[in-house]
């Protein structure tokens, strides 16, 4: 196995690296630190499985390399994950578990809510609670608390300032440059043409858009692009259950968000543009495996029936039938 983890991230880099060499000799486990052009030798490679999870950008660029080279690979992207919350739901605890799941490592996960779809009629009351729930967790002043966290380079902190609308924002928006860090923040009146719409947020900001009826859900996603997570808060079981049918997406949670990928019980991947294959668990070892397929043939006995020439025997038309 040959790891190549993020250059983004070079301190958790060299703990990887450091702990594999404790562990394994590197005739069994390799780690290539490093950025673009490491990465491009290792793709001129050839190897007999490639997993990777990233961008989609990246995801193209690998599952290109792994065609030239007929190689299977296993891609976990991401994508623009939706949280759709009904009028039926209990709207303070849905806020506290949407906020810990968009906040968490400052929304910096590859399965965070990247926007709410929530009826129009209780748009007002889960936003007040979202915000209530934000200084719940994280205090009034976020940026000084120590358990907040950062962003990961400036380069994403300066693409994600670039997406948050000043006049939109109804909580947070504050940010902290030498320190890398931005304020959970939450925008309303967000339209699907806004700049933060157009691509995965990928940190600790949360839009939220309306629907006047549950039906105009199906419809606003259809289209779009396959997000690898989804997030339904309901009370109504047929809501529930028709979201879940009707809409592809990678994995999820009902009334939840996030957890659904902390379990080995179950496969997590994506589908479509979030990626593809699995992984967790059983579904882990059977990624990074190939079922082999044999015949054991015992010679001690051999029917002739299945040798030619079939029309000389007085069987022949009886099997000329069964291998029609």
């Known amino acids: ?29 390799a780690v290539v630190t490093g950025g673009r052009k490491e990465n491009a030798k290792l793709l001129e490679q050839k190897f007999d499985m490639v997993f990777f999870t990233g961008s989609q950008a990246v995801g193209k660029e690998v599952l290109r390399h792994c065609a030239e080279r007929l190689t299977p690979a296993v891609l976990e992207l991401g994508g623009k994950s939706p949280c759709i919350v009904d009028a039926t739901v209990n709207l303070k605890l849905a806020a506290r578990r ?30 007040d609670a979202i915000k209530a729930e934000i200084v719940r967790q994280y205090g009034v002043d976020a940026l000084s608390n120590p358990d ?13 300032m670039g997406l948050i609308d000043p006049d939109k924002v109804v909580i947070g928006g504050q940010s902290d440059p030498d320190a890398l860090r931005i304020a959970p923040t939450v925008m309303d009146r967000v339209g699907w043409d806004d700049p933060v719409m157009g691509e995965e947020i990928f940190g600790p900001i949360l839009p939220i858009l309306t629907f006047d009826r549950f039906e105009d859900v199906f419809t606003l996603l259809r289209g779009r692009q396959k997000p690898l997570a989804l997030y339904i808060f309901s009370k109504d079981k047929a809501h529930i259950r028709a979201v879940t049918s009707r809409i592809s997406f990678g994995g999820g ?12 019980a179950m496969p997590f991947g994506g589908v479509g543009e979030s990626g593809m294959g699995a992984y967790h668990g059983v579904r882990g070892f059977e990624a990074f495996s190939h079922r082999k397929s044999i015949v054991d043939k015992k010679m001690w006995i051999d029917l002739p029936m299945r040798y030619q020439p079939y029309a000389r025997k007085l069987y022949g038309p009886l099997l000329r039938v069964f291998l029609r």
């Open 1 to 29: 196995m040959v790891l190549k983890p993020s250059a983004y991230s070079p301190a958790t880099s060299r703990i990887v690296a450091e702990l594999a060499a404790e562990c394994f000799p590197p005739e069994y486990v």
């Open 98 to 127: 949407i906020v810990f799941g968009k906040y968490l490592n400052c929304g910096q996960t590859c399965v965070a809510p990247d926007y709410i779809l929530c009826d129009r009629s209780v748009k007002d009351r889960l936003a």
């Open 148 to 160: 907040y966290g950062r962003i990961v380079n400036r380069k994403h902190f300066d693409r994600l």
């Open 253 to 264: 949670c009902v009334n939840d968000t996030v957890i659904h990928l902390a379990t080995s």
